[in-house]
Nanobody, 123 residues
Framework: QVQLVESGGGLVQPGGSLRLSCAAS????????MGWYRQFPGKQRELVAG?????????NYADSVKGRFTISRDNAKNTVYLQMNSLKPEDTAVYYC???????????????WGQGTQVTVSS
């Protein structure tokens, strides 16, 4: 079973930056499209950013983060990243990564969720 380990979260002031990492073990990582998701208290997880399999030549972003967040991947390290700039208080959430289930949309994921990483944007 694949294990996902997210890291890089923390407390940051509005306008600041964070870089999240997600390491996946036990799978052929490069064949999976990967996504970053976030969950607000009492809400379902939502897709923040997605990146295609292989070289990751295709990316997509939620409207709320376009122009501020960048997703990337390093297949040699089985890791996907989320660079978050110009952070806003409304970005405060727990952030998770996962692979998109083959043949499905981003709402369906391949593996069990990891523990996530808390991002708090506050002055």
């Amino acid at each position: 079973q694949v294990q996902l380990v997210e890291s890089g979260g923390g407390l940051v002031q509005p306008g600041g930056s964070l870089r999240l990492s997600c390491a996946a073990s036990g799978s052929i990582f490069s064949i999976h499209a990967m996504g970053w998701y976030r969950q607000f208290p009492g809400k379902q997880r939502e897709l923040v950013a997605g990146i295609s399999s292989g070289s990751g030549s295709s990316t997509n972003y939620a409207d709320s983060v376009k122009g501020r967040f960048t997703i990337s991947r390093d297949n040699a390290k089985n890791t996907v990243y989320l660079q978050m700039n110009s952070l806003k208080p409304e970005d405060t959430a727990v952030y998770y990564c996962n692979a998109r289930l083959f043949g499905s949309d981003w709402l369906s994921v391949q593996w069990d969720w990891g523990q996530g990483t808390q991002v708090t944007v506050s002055s």
